[in-house]
């Protein structure tokens, strides 16, 4: 099979020739990426982040010839790349300008007094260094972007491998920076697989991957035999949970769009939906009177792949097969759209959690609905998933919906609402179980995207501290004296040991002072 997609899923037309990165340059792409890191992470937070900031603008002005980039790419609809790719990325970038100097502040670190006296810490956030950053098609040019603006303002190099469905809006990820940032500092590996399996065994020092569970699991194994970290952001099959005082207008059309949206193929789409029995009827009225709305190629394009295609069509068929009923939809987009790979917006009613379209990830764009008796049955079957990315509640009980969120196996819940999240830079986004470990957005991907370095600065003039050698009765004392001060007798035995570290701490220092002396004259050490 050829490197990287050549025709467009949307129009069947020739798409521009991309040429791979062969796998034996890829050693050079990461050490000169490394060699501009050093340079880079030098230089002051505030200029890096000037630098990357000015990216903001070229993203904003490109705005329409990178959606037709990524559409012609994706197939998904020109508006869909604008408002959930473009923007959304340069909302990206200007919140990490706002917040990321401060976000690397040196902190102090909390040291009592008593048991280490006149020490200060502080911690520093460092770069990590050079990161592999591995992607997937379906949001070929946001997800990078979440990965990089934070990595390159915190003074990372990264070397960048696109999904070879998407080369061309890999590019274009890249050409962003051309001119802001070091030579080098951003290294572009295009390829599939291979190149991907090459750059993890190469000299990086973390991977941020996404994409399939099957696929993170080979980057999981590369990273552990190099030891080195990796983050890994892999498949869902969100549940969205409809209870019986829901308002079913919004429910049904925020689950059309949250199931729809990029032609169903999101980690975050709604890919089950748990209806209270009492209002199931309604809300798949609802829902299929959506979908029947829906435009093909407007509002849903076609799927990116014909793998994709292909595991829709199974999905759906089994489900039929298992019982379900195809209430719309359910079949491949008719006529001449035939050829642009496109499957009919779908709603399948059913019952169990077993078939492939309830218990897989699908990736395209179907509904399947399941009726359950109340919410407790909700939530024990959205959480039967090995999937854990988002789920949502719908209800008008906001009270009792954050209960229930605190009880849903899943990195995002949201209320009255699907998935959307990921927009928002600062909202962390990650998830459980096979969907992986890994956290964008929010100040906490910094935990990844850095590592903290702790500097201790010591004022004690005292030739020994006091738990340096020699070891003594005395300092045994002191010990068992800190214990219970600690918490391991009562008030009573707390303020006895208090009283007996008064005589034993100026004991103790004299015998440190007296092992020092001695150190100076030795054969004249005693430390009874
Ligand atoms: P994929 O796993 O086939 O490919 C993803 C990337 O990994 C591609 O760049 C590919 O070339 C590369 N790759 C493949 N084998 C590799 C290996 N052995 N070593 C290193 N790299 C390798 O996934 P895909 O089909 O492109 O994307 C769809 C999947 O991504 C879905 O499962 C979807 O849920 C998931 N996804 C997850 C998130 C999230 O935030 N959790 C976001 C988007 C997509």
Known sequence: MPPFAMTSPKTGEKLEAVDATPLEAIADVVSKARAAQAVWAAMDVAKRVAAVSKVKTRILTR??????????????????????????????????????????????AEIDGLSYPKKAGLIHREARGTIGVIMPWNFP??????????????????????????????????????????????????????????LCGSDVDLIVFTGSPASGRKVAHACADRLIPCTLELGGKDAAIVLADADLDRAANGIVWGAMMNAGQNCGAVERVYADQKIVKEL??????ATRALR??????????AAQLATV????????????????????????????????????????????????????????????????EAVRRANASRYGLTASVWTADLRGAEKLAKELRAGVVTINNHSFTG???????????????????????????????????DRNRASRELWWYPYTDTLKKIALAFAKLRGGAPLGGRIVALFSLIGLLPKRMGELKAATRAAHEPGKIDAS
């Open 423 to 457: 927009a928002l830079p600062s909202a962390p986004w990650g998830g459980v179980g096979e969907t992986g470990w890994g956290i964008t957005g929010s100040p906490l991907a910094l935990d990844h995207l850095t590592r903290p370095r702790f500097v201790l600065l």
């Open 296 to 305: 093909t190629g407007e509002d849903v394009g076609p799927l990116t792949t």
């Open 141 to 198: 040019f946001a997800l990078p972007l979440r990965t990089f603006i934070p990595a390159l303002m915190a003074g990372n190099a990264i070397v960048f491998k696109p999904s070879e469905i998407t080369p061309r809006t890999g590019q274009l990820v890249a050409e962003l920076f051309a001119d802001l940032v070091p030579a080098g500092l951003i290294g572009l590996v295009q390829g599939g697989g291979d190149a991907g399996a090459k």
């Open 63 to 108: 705005a329409e010839a990178i959606a037709k980039t990524i559409a012609d790419e994706t197939g998904k609809p020109d508006v869909e790349a604008l408002m959930g790719e473009v923007l959304a990325s340069a909302d990206v970038v200007a919140y990490w300008a706002e917040i990321i100097a401060d976000e690397l502040e040196p902190f102090e």
């Open 284 to 289: 798949t009225d609802r829902i299929v009177a």
């Open 313 to 376: 069509k199974r999905h759906v068929d089994e489900a039929k097969a298992a019982g379900g009923k195809v209430l719309v939809g359910g079949e491949e987009t008719p006529g001449d759209e035939k050829a642009q790979l496109g499957y009919l917006p779908t709603v399948v009613s059913i019952e169990g959690d077993e078939s492939a379209l309830v218990a897989d990830e699908t990736f395209g764009p179907v509904i399947p609905i399941m009726a359950v008796a109340d919410a407790a």
